[in-house]
């Protein structure tokens, strides 16, 4: 299997080359040349029937192709999808489809796990390190971090604004191994990114570092997220297709779960659930991609204005607006209609959402009051604990801490507090 890059400026690459190199010369991004048939795959017995590590292992492999040997696939897939992803049942026609049973409680541990183990597979027998440099406003930090937990060959340096992650995040930040390097910076979230761009662009660091990126524009990130949906089918227990809704920042997770169904993954339509930075429902209505800055909100992890992503599905869909509102619904729900649906939730499911997930739910519930309730399922991207202070206030009640994550409160915790400055950034960097 071959990438080219969606600006079609660079030239083709392998998997491997894709995977160590994250984005294309020419700043496009790198997509499949072919979506590979699973209709081979649905036909050989019914999806419910299936192993989960042997589908994970047949879905992934053409996308792998022959950068490594079935052996190394197979473990890598029997350790990124290592724990449950349960379908539950709220009503008739709603489910939520439970991505926070990793170690970090976040979806993104699928996409960390199997790029963590990709990358040292591929960077084994070299002598310099591969260092991932990644800014998180809470959530990616924690599943890139663990995903990276004393990971061989691979170093991980994490920013992640002071003071504004919740206690479970910043423990997730603060307690790996010795090759994850967590930094406090004094100043927000877009302080951390800025000065993480500024040093891919830096020629001295990238002289002296194999400086790499661990977002979802990484294949070896986005394309494991399929899998979800694949987990989601051989649990959904009615005769139609469902309708899937998924709480969208980057568009990642939802191109992921595009391309399953444009495999051959029955799946009757997607919606796209944002918070109110609506750059993808506008654009759906209108035809014209605004040029927006994001707006803070209650599901920050969706706090995006440009979802990198969003080039995937153009050129899933041939640049084809028309063609893509056949399949896509994008939905914006404002903060105030996330804390009324965990609410809600609560009241009529007796189901407890964090504000990602309730973004997700409501999207959904609207699509079915104008589709004859067709029955879907939402994905539910983190565990209420991850956002307690939102979820406490609209439940009344504490979250309880699950096990997953208990252990790491009795953990000591190593952090550096920097200054908001790239050259203090660069200075560490270099004095290490
Ligand atoms: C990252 C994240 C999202 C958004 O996923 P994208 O792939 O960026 O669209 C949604 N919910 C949570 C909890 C996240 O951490």
Known sequence: MHYYSTNRNSAPVDFKTAAVTGQAPDKGLYYPEMIPSAHGLLKQRPLADWDKTELAFRVMKPYVGQSMPDEVLHRIVTETVDFPFPLVQLSEQVFSLELFHGPTLAFKDVGARFMSRCLAHFNAGNDQKITVLVATSGDTGGAVANGFDNVEGVEVIILYPEGKVSPV???????????????AVAGSFDDCQAIVKQAFTDADLNAQY????????????WLPQQLYYFFALQQWPHEQPPVVSVPSGNFGNICAGMVAQRSGLPIQHFIAAC????????YLRTGILPDKTAV????????????????????????????????????????????ETIAASLRDYNYLCEPHGAVGLYAL????QQHNGAAGFFLETAHPVKFPDVVAEISGA???????????????????????????????????
């Open 365 to 368: 519930q609207q699509y079915q």
């Open 398 to 432: 504490a979250v309880p801490i699950p096990d997953n994550v208990a252990h790491l409160f009795s953990l000591p915790q190593h952090s550096t507090r920097i200054d908001a400055d790239y050259e203090l950034f660069k200075e560490w960097m270099r004095g290490r």
């Open 275 to 282: 918070n109110s930075n609506d750059t993808i429902p506008q």
């Open 296 to 339: 803070p909100t209650l599901s920050n992890a969706m706090d995006v204005a440009k979802p990198s992503n969003f080039v995937r599905i153009m050129e899933m869909y041939d640049q084809d607006v028309q063609w893509l509102r056949n399949h896509l619904t994008a939905v914006s729900v404002s903060d105030a209609t996330t804390r």
């Open 210 to 221: 194999q400086l790499t990126s661990a977002n979802s524009i990484n294949v070896a990130r």
């Open 169 to 183: 995040q910043e423990l997730q930040l603060t307690t790996c191994g010795s090759n994850v390097h967590a930094l």
